[in-house]
């Protein structure tokens, strides 16, 4: 399968706890995007990478959540003192975007956090 | 802010009829709209999109269109088959910014 995956695919902690998940893109895109999405609504945008620059950031994105791409290719977005606000589906995409042109964002599976 | 409003939330129609989803957008510097296409507990899939410089595209059964000027973009299902039902979702990209802002959905129930 050469599509972007995530992993895990499930994720159960309890309050407090700290979680970390993994994205890897398709090969050779050089944009990597990270979305929330809950129960009945349309993917939120977290934040988004170019290579390894972290180029914008939500405001839903909390001083608990930080996100990496350190080497430009797989990403990790790590959630400290996870609340129970936070149960969502985290969903990664990747892009290959030349420079001044727009192309298509290819979602990976999804990773569905449960804090109980 | 960038807003992307979706009409209808659900919609249900006859296996072989024509599904109309509709979507209006804040940002006039958007120029990027793609439509994903949900099933339960899987991936948005992308399944069509449009670029500001043209006004429709059509893929097979499925065709969208833009009317830049009024702000709004539509997708169109001809020929529903009841592998089509899923959620969609719209989406805008703006000039000013490079994430996808997403409509709250659409459900389609295509019933046989």
């Known amino acids: 399968d050469t599509g972007v995956s995530q992993d895990p695919r499930h994720k159960i902690t309890k309050r407090g706890q700290n979680v970390t998940f993994r994205c890897d893109p398709i090969?050779?895109?050089?944009?990597l995007y990270w979305y929330r999405q809950t129960l009945g609504q349309g993917p939120e945008f977290l934040t988004y990478?170019?290579?390894?620059?972290?180029?914008?950031k939500s405001r839903l994105l909390s001083d608990r959540f930080s996100a990496e791409r350190p080497k430009g290719s797989f990403s990790t977005l790590e959630i400290q003192r996870t609340e129970q606000g936070d149960s969502a589906m985290y969903l990664c995409a990747s892009s290959p975007f030349p420079r001044g042109v727009l192309f298509e964002q290819y979602f990976g599976p999804g990773t569905r956090l449960t804090v109980t | 802010g960038e807003n992307v409003e979706q009409h209808p939330s659900t919609l249900s129609v006859q296996e072989g009829d024509s599904a109309v989803i509709k979507c209006t957008y804040s940002?006039?510097?958007?120029?990027?709209f793609p439509w994903y296409k949900q099933e339960l507990g899987k991936r948005p899939q992308l399944i069509i999109d449009?670029?500001?410089?043209?006004g429709e595209k059509k893929d097979q059964r499925i065709a969208v269109t833009l009317n830049k000027t009024a702000k709004h973009f539509s997708l169109h299902i001809t020929e529903t088959q009841p592998e089509d039902s899923a959620v969609y979702f719209c989406a805008g990209l703006g000039g000013n910014t490079d994430k996808l802002i997403f409509g709250t959905g659409t459900r389609l129930q295509v019933f046989p």
């Open positions: 990478f170019q290579n390894e620059a972290q180029l914008e």
């Open positions: 090969s050779e895109h050089n944009r």
């Open positions: 449009i670029r500001s410089n043209v």
């Open positions: 940002d006039s510097a958007s120029n990027y």
